[in-house]
């Protein structure tokens, strides 16, 4: 169970959070509660989240691994623009390394902007060999891909070692399944993000039972399908709120029974059908 630090910027993901201090709690409080793994990126706020990482957590404790994304960046509307030529993702990854203050980033996951809303199919050489360039040059450990086909991860492992996918799954949206089977025989990990995301108000109601059951909230159920998934999910809820990382670091707790899962598996099957 890892921590996502989008939500520590402003509304939108973009300016400044409305309490500072609380998103320095919440950071201090993950890592105090065993977190090891904090996925983030620069184009959160833009600058706000790495800049508040570094505040709360420099120096960093050695076991802790900091993910972040590069391929995107803010407009002064807040849009979301492509940044994915060799010249503004090298810029971006020296803004992550002088935001976060290292010498290295442990992880960079590039993010496909050839669909801003979800993966589009398209060749990812160019941007994927700046970034091996760059891990060559030692400012990057491990490259990851995020927002990607099930191809474009296929023709990334051919040009570098992947370690980490990072795409938008869970009870309601499992267009991934196959995918999440070949990277778990491989052992790469899967993040996947919007736990709560896409659900139709029928969904929301059946997990709200089984979660009722179970004495436990949607969200902790939901992140606790999936931790029971597959070995290779690793979890990255985000809060602004210190209760409501303790409620999600909780699920990793929450044993679901086979009862349940069924349950679960039925929405999962619905939302496919439709």
């Known amino acids: 169970m890892g921590y996502g630090a989008m939500q520590l910027a402003g509304p939108g993901v973009f300016g400044p959070p409305r309490d500072r201090a609380a998103a320095l709690a919440v950071l201090r409080m993950a890592v105090e509660s065993g977190v090891n793994h904090i996925d983030t990126s620069d184009f959160y706020g833009p600058y706000i989240t790495n800049q508040i990482i570094r505040e709360a957590l420099h120096p960093y404790r050695d076991d802790l691994v900091i993910v972040t994304k590069v391929g995107a960046k803010r407009g002064s509307d807040a ?81 570098c070692d992947i370690v980490c996918v990072q795409n938008h799954y869970n009870l309601a949206h499992r267009h991934d399944d196959e ?29 709200s039972a089984v979660a009722t059951e179970l004495c436990a909230t949607s969200m902790q159920v939901a992140l606790a399908w999936l931790l029971q998934r597959s070995p290779n999910l690793v979890l990255i809820p985000g809060t602004s709120l210190v209760e409501h990382l303790r409620q999600n670091l909780a699920a990793a707790e929450l044993k679901l029974p086979d009862e349940a899962i069924a349950i679960l598996d039925t929405m999962a099957a619905s939302a496919a059908s439709h």
């Open 79 to 159: 849009s979301w623009i492509p940044a994915m030529s060799r010249e503004e993702l090298t810029q971006a990854v020296h803004d992550n390394l002088r935001h976060l203050g290292v010498d290295v980033l442990d992880v960079v996951n590039l993010r496909s902007m050839l669909g801003i809303h979800g993966p589009a199919e398209g060749s990812l050489e160019e941007p994927l060999s700046a970034l091996t360039e760059l891990q060559r040059q030692g400012l990057i450990r491990h490259i990851g891909l995020s927002n990607v086909t099930a191809r474009q991860v296929a023709d990334g492992r051919r040009m």
């Open 179 to 207: 995918l999440i089977q070949q990277l778990a025989s491989d052992g790469i990990a899967y993040a996947p993000f919007f736990p709560l995301g896409g659900f139709s108000p029928l969904q929301s109601n059946a997990l």
